[in-house]
């Protein structure tokens, strides 16, 4: 299994590396909704750097989406899928495999982006690690979540608006927690443990029912 999951992963990452596409299109996306807030809302750090880290988290939710609807589709329209579904490994290990492999072209660039992108809306140094260290541990859940609509839509053609309407709901406790997360690290009345471990418990929690659940979506496309 073992010697599975790291074929699939590689694979999938040389083919990111060579296409492109939802890596790049996401911190594109993720960059232009950065840019455009600020000239929305004016000149007004301190209004900025208040709803900064809010901005940040919709932000990399909405770029997170770009391309999840090509998950599994790609796969099942050249006959990948099929393959996998025939071949001994588990279909929870390809899953996992293929999220992980997402996760790294797309989750981690948002992740280590954020401080960069933290100048536009006039956050501080201690946000800016707040941002990161939030986004790197609630992107996975993010994407879990996603991958089970992604199996859901992987057998439609224009499946990314029916994907973004089923996630969109899940995907609100993360956006509260991270957002709460980096707002306690720069003086919230709460602790920045209490919603940053809330967080990361959503994530594990997210990467078990979404692989089992994405694994048993796309066995009932067989």
């Known amino acids: ?9 590689i694979r999938d990452l040389k083919l990111a590396a ?3 596409g939802s890596g790049v299109m996401g911190l594109i996306f993720f960059l232009m909704i950065v840019t455009l807030i600020p000239f929305a809302l004016g000149p007004d750090l301190n209004l900025l750097s208040r709803i ?6 919709i932000a990399a939710l909405l770029a997170t989406l770009i ?6 589709q790609a796969d099942q329209e050249d006959g990948s899928l099929d393959l996998l579904r025939l071949s001994h490994a588990p279909m929870e290990i390809v899953v996992l495999a293929k ?3 997402y996760w790294l072209v797309t989750g981690l660039p948002l992740a280590l982006a954020a401080p960069f992108l933290g100048f536009l809306v006039a956050l501080s140094p201690e946000a800016m690690l707040a941002m990161v260290a939030t986004l790197l541990v609630g992107t996975p859940a993010l994407t879990f979540i996603g991958a089970v609509g992604a199996a859901l839509t992987s057998s439609l053609r224009r499946g990314g608006l029916i994907l973004a309407i089923l996630v969109l709901p899940f995907m609100i ?9 980096a707002n306690a690290a720069v003086g919230g009345t709460i602790p920045f443990v209490t919603p940053f471990l ?3 418990a959503l994530s594990l929690i997210a990467a078990v029912v ?9 066995r009932s496309g067989e």
């Open 1 to 9: 299994m073992i010697r599975s999951f790291n074929a699939l992963l």
């Open 18 to 20: 060579r296409v492109g």
């Open 52 to 57: 900064g880290p809010a901005i940040l988290w």
């Open 67 to 72: 391309g999840l609807d090509r998950l599994f």
């Open 99 to 101: 999220v992980i492999a």
């Open 173 to 181: 406790p993360t956006l509260i927690f991270g957002v709460s997360a």
């Open 198 to 200: 809330v967080l990361m």
């Open 210 to 218: 979404g692989t089992v659940g994405a694994a048993a979506a796309l």
